[in-house]
């Protein structure tokens, strides 16, 4: 099930940092302060840094998962590897599955952003259709195609939220943040569960770690950017917390948006309509990510054409998209997937993790054993 990655596919090290913040930067950065603060109020913050500090941990098991042997292995492999044909083909099926649920998430996410935004009531397939077929443009080009993508969608990322962040500063009340600490050890952690979803994407680091030149130099700008995405994510809620009060904020659906929406430039009377614009090559990119390594994993894990299995899941995306329509159905499917990528990190990858560390102490027992 091993392929070797020609060099001519793979990104240097340092690039690693653009698909890794698209895939966990999205359009959940317009609504997570609401769902944050359900359980922990005004001391979500600490939720924040406490999640961060736990996707670096999870990141470091990761890099320790994919170094399995000398030049690395990406998960459909190791998971073959160590639990054979059978039981090794239905994890990975899962994985696979796992990956094109997260596409589809953030697909939907975005479509119902443009109706509720843009063309209340319109048929929305037109767009639907434009979308897939830019997806499948950057995914059928390869990883490195998609990279580019997302280097791209990186920089706009950057051009939408730091004018935001200037425009917002005067309208902040610091006393909104006191009391500090008011609320129980179990509020913070139930808040921090909510948060992980904010972060998922960083475990396709487990399909694309063959991709990168000198994978293990790698990892430091894989901390680093985990490192500014929780800064981001802080900044993001700090700035919703004494923008609105708490009453207000419990009722605001797109809490980042609704905080540019009161600003007025020159030349653009709707500011939030520029800003939803920005944000398409972003969600496109990172439904690319995910999308990539769903396809990938198909080709590696059942032999079969990536192409092929990219068409027959943007299909099915484009038709579930009809049967998902009101915002609750949405946010039951985006709770679901939420909860899922909390196992999916916190249990799998760890799981994943001692395996690996059996594997390798058995490996070197019977290597001493036979050299004795």
């Keep these: 099930m091993r392929n070797e990655i020609s060099e001519e596919y793979r990104i240097s090290p340092y690039f690693i940092i653009f698909p890794l913040y698209v895939s966990m930067v999205g359009v959940g950065v317009l ?16 939720s924040v840094i406490l999640t961060g500090i736990s996707i670096h941990l999870i990141l470091w098991m990761i890099y320790k998962i994919t170094s399995f042997n000398r030049v690395g ?56 259709i434009v979308m897939v077929l830019l997806i499948y443009y950057a995914v059928s080009g390869g990883f490195r195609s998609v990279t580019g ?16 962040v200037g425009l917002a500063l005067p309208y902040m009340h610091p006393l909104n943040l006191l009391p500090l600490l008011n609320h129980s050890a179990t509020d913070i952690f139930l808040s921090s569960k909510s948060m992980v979803f904010e972060f998922l994407g960083f475990e396709t680091l487990l ?17 680093m950017i985990v490192m500014f995405v929780t800064l ?26 609704d905080m540019i929406s009161i600003f007025e430039v020159p030349l ?34 059942f032999r079969m054409r990536q192409r092929h299995s990219l068409i027959g899941i943007l299909i099915a995306m484009v038709t579930l998209n009809y ?50």
């Excluded at 609504?31 to 600490?46: C, D, K, P, S, V």
């Excluded at 993508?149 to 935001?164: K, M, R």
């Excluded at 614009?277 to 769903?294: D, N, P, R």
């Design 149 to 164: 993508l997302c280097v791209w969608a990186t920089f706009l990322s950057f051009a939408s939220i730091i004018p935001q």
């Design 207 to 223: 399909f694309f770690y063959p991709f990168i030149k000198t994978p293990a130099k790698s990892q430091k700008w894989a901390h």
């Design 268 to 301: 653009l009377q709707r500011l939030e309509y520029f800003f939803i614009s920005l944000w398409f090559i972003k969600t496109i990119a990172g439904i690319c990510i995910y999308l990539w390594v769903a396809c990938r994993g198909i080709k590696t894990a």
């Design 323 to 372: 049967f998902i329509a009101d915002h609750r159905s949405v946010e039951r499917v985006s709770e679901l997937y939420s909860t899922v990528g909390f196992y999916f990190i916190y249990a799998y990858i760890p799981f994943m993790f001692v395996c690996v560390l059996i594997s390798r102490r058995r490996a070197r027992h019977f290597g001493n054993r036979g050299s004795a």
């Design 232 to 257: 981001l994510y802080l900044i993001l809620l700090l700035m919703a917390l004494m923008f609105f009060s708490e009453g207000e904020l419990r009722h605001s659906i797109w809490p980042t948006i």
């Design 31 to 46: 609504t997570f302060q609401r769902t944050l603060i359900e359980h922990a109020g005004y001391n979500a913050w600490i």
């Design 73 to 128: 292995q990406e998960i459909i492999t190791l998971n073959h590897t160590l639990f054979g044909s059978v039981f090794g083909h239905l994890l990975n099926a899962a994985v696979v599955l796992y990956f094109v649920y997260g596409a589809f998430v953030k697909f939907k996410v975005y479509i119902e952003l443009i109706e509720v935004w843009f063309f209340t009531g319109m048929n929305i397939l037109p767009l639907s």
